[in-house]
């Protein structure tokens, strides 16, 4: 949808490892958005960007990072992997037309063991 | 931060029936735009519908229409005709035009067309 690409679409990994998601646009949105999805919860805001290297927080952005350098790319960093942070992340975009609505990824789904 | 609530955490519905999933929302700003999306086990999020909250008339797609009510503040999807490819968790969403376009998600409701 929206030429969003998510990599990888499966991550397992250990506690205290670091991890990096990668979102790839090829829509040219300004707005790129990092929810992760829990049971329950719906979806949970945890950072997001209003243009390259402009982020901000979310809901539940303690112990993720983000990171935008270019237009197309938005990273989300777990700096050390907790149990907790098992979960599905989507990334999202939108365009800067107000009505517009957001566009996600396939999703990863992420276990830390 | 803005709310949203989905009451129903789980409904079922006969094939071809109508069923309404509810959705309520909390905010103190007139210009604002509510989306439902729908989520089939594919895990894939797909927008159903859109309503911009200036406009009185609810939109309508199909066999999916909503009941918006700006006063009471409930947005509600009501979906005709159910189908087997309808079973999916549906998601109420709210967003306010402002620096970052944030979305509020609400919990969801798990539906299922039963054959």
């Known amino acids: 949808d929206a030429g969003i690409t998510q990599s990888p679409r499966h991550k397992v990994t250990e506690t205290g490892t670091p991890v990096t998601l990668r979102c790839h646009q090829t829509?040219?949105?300004?707005?790129m958005y990092w929810y992760r999805q829990d049971p329950g919860h719906g979806l949970r805001l945890i950072h997001y960007s209003y243009g390259v290297k402009d982020t901000d927080k979310g809901e539940v952005s303690d112990g993720y990072s983000v990171s935008r350098s270019k237009t197309e790319d938005f990273l989300l960093t777990l700096e050390s992997a907790t149990s907790s942070q098992t979960s599905v992340y989507f990334c999202?975009?939108?365009?800067?037309?107000?009505?517009?609505?957001?566009?996600f990824g396939d999703g990863t789904r992420l276990s830390i063991l | 931060a803005q709310t949203v609530t989905q009451s129903q955490p789980e409904m079922s519905v006969q094939e071809a029936e109508t069923v309404t999933l509810s959705c309520t929302y909390d905010?103190?700003?007139?210009?604002?735009?509510l989306f439902w999306y729908k989520q089939p086990p594919s895990r894939q999020m797909i927008l159903v519908i859109r309503q911009e909250a200036y406009k009185q008339q609810n939109a309508t797609e199909n066999r999916f229409s909503v009941n918006f009510q700006k006063a009471a503040k409930s947005f509600s999807l009501k979906i005709s005709d159910s189908q087997l490819g309808d079973t999916a968790m549906y998601f109420c969403?709210?967003?306010?035009?402002?620096?970052?376009?944030?979305?509020?998600f609400g919990t969801g409701t798990s539906l299922t067309v039963i054959p």
């Open positions: 969403a709210f967003m306010k035009p402002n620096t970052g376009n944030q979305f509020y």
């Open positions: 999202a975009t939108t365009g800067e037309i107000s009505n517009q609505p957001q566009h």
């Open positions: 829509e040219n949105h300004r707005y």
């Open positions: 905010t103190s700003e007139s210009n604002y735009y």
